[in-house]
């Protein structure tokens, strides 16, 4: 099966820094890959999808890269309402669709 | 509008089975290729995916969890129903449903999810 990881595990910013997360993929999985925002007691939240397209509605700060085995999602000017956890899921083998242990972005 | 929401008890014994029922709207169970997933994740931890049933009656299930799994819809009554039996508290999460849209290069992509419910297992 294909192992997901992320780093940090977590961050600390300030409104307005730019943010970059890591996620890595056991083996590669060209560009299937997506990105999903999720705040504390709520559901998660579909952010981008092929590693690099942006979702409906989903704000311009947010971008996502990276294809094979490495891809990060940036947050180009963090605003108050991004701060949640993130996780990368890899689709490539799906189905299972495993996700990543996700990455906490909190207040510095 | 496109949503899902997640029904079921909220508390269940160890070895009991647990049902969980799944209503959607704003989509038809029916439309090509579309597909529902069910996702859990427990306290603190990471998403973990469980099970998968598409318009064309396809099943998937979680290799770890096969034995122990059921998926089923309804579609008259917009209803996807996943059934886990001989629940362990180490099964205690929030469980969601989430669509898999039905175009190409979205199999595996979660684009709605509903709101979780929190499954407790405990005697």
């Known amino acids: 099966a294909i192992r997901m990881t992320q780093s940090p595990s977590s961050l600390s910013a300030s409104t307005g820094d730019r943010v970059t997360i890591t996620c890595r993929a056991s083996q590669g999985i060209s560009s299937y890959l997506a990105w999903y925002q999720q705040k504390p007691g709520k559901a998660p939240k579909l952010l981008i999808y092929a590693a690099s397209t942006l979702q409906s509605g989903v704000p311009s700060r947010f971008s996502g890269s990276g294809s094979g085995t490495d891809f990060t999602l940036t947050i180009s000017c963090l605003q108050s309402e991004d701060f949640a956890t993130y996780y990368c899921q890899q689709y490539y083998s799906y189905p299972p669709g495993t996700f990543g242990p996700g990455t906490k972005v909190d207040i510095k | 509008q496109v949503t899902l929401k997640e029904s079921g008890p909220v508390l269940v014994k160890p070895t009991e089975t647990l049902t969980l029922t799944c209503t959607v709207s704003g989509f038809s169970l029916s439309n090509a290729r579309m597909g529902v997933s069910w996702i859990r994740q427990p306290p603190g931890k990471a998403l973990e995916w469980l099970a998968h049933?598409?318009?064309?009656?396809?099943?998937s299930y979680s290799t770890s969890l096969k034995s122990r799994l059921t998926i089923s819809k309804d579609t008259s009554k917009s209803q996807v129903v996943l059934t886990m039996t001989n629940m362990d508290p180490v099964d205690t999460a929030t469980y969601y449903c989430a669509r898999i849209p039905g175009s190409s290069g979205w199999y595996g992509v979660f684009d709605y999810w509903g709101q979780g419910t929190l499954v407790t297992v405990s005697s």
């Open positions: 049933i598409f318009s064309n009656d396809e099943k």
